[in-house]
């Protein structure tokens, strides 16, 4: 469905990145989300979502997450403390969980 840009009906921009998503699935992983959306902030008037404090990579991330519950290994691995900021600021626990594991690997080593 991340893939399928059908019945899209938002977009979020990173840098100079456009990721057609859907508001439903944005807000039903992230109460952050739903709360904008709810909220008839501009983000609900003109279905634009504009993100300047992470990478491109790091947000498709997120959004692989939403939409697989996975994140593909050597992504997170190489991102993971982006991905953790990401996910704590849009209150993604699950993801910030896989994150935080990988973090007790890399201490415990």
């Keep these: 469905m991340l893939e399928n840009e ?3 009906d938002c977009v ?3 840098g100079d990145d456009v990721i057609k998503a ?3 699935v944005l807000a039903q992983n992230s109460d952050v989300f739903l709360k904008m959306f709810e909220s008839g902030m501009t983000e609900t ?3 634009e979502v504009i993100i300047s404090d992470t990478s ?3 947000i498709r991330a997120m959004l692989e997450f939403f939409y697989t519950g996975e994140v593909a290994k050597e992504t997170l691995e ?3 403390e982006d991905i953790f900021v990401i996910a704590h600021k849009y209150n993604v626990t699950a993801l910030k969980y896989k994150c935080e594991l990988i ?3 890399l201490i415990g080593m």
């Design 22 to 24: 859907h508001r439903c």
């Design 56 to 58: 491109p990579e790091c």
């Design 45 to 47: 008037q003109n279905g």
């Design 6 to 8: 059908t019945f899209a």
């Design 12 to 14: 979020i921009k990173v």
């Design 103 to 105: 973090m007790a690997n």
């Design 78 to 80: 190489s991102h993971f």
